[in-house]
């Protein structure tokens, strides 16, 4: 199979599935691209712990284990 008929196969998937094709490039710049990257970057990062963060949250955890074993009859 060439590359030609995996661009065909392809957009048969896509089609039959409901999905619009991509006739031509496009005409998003480099510059817009990135920018878009990096504030759907931003966006993930919020929504994600940092490494001190998740060492805090268990450093919680494990104090609140101690208090459970020593408050038990």
Not at 61 to 68: N, P
Request: hydrophobic residues 35%; positive net charge.
């Amino acid at each position: 199979m060439k590359m030609a008929d995996w661009v065909k196969h392809l957009d048969n998937i896509l089609t039959s599935t409901g999905e619009q094709l991509l006739l031509d490039a496009g005409n998003v710049s480099h510059e817009q691209a990135i920018d878009k990257a990096e504030s759907e970057y931003k966006k993930y990062q919020a929504k994600t712990l940092s490494s001190v963060e998740k060492d805090y949250l268990e450093a919680i955890k494990m104090v609140e284990k101690k208090i459970k074993k020593k408050t038990k009859p």
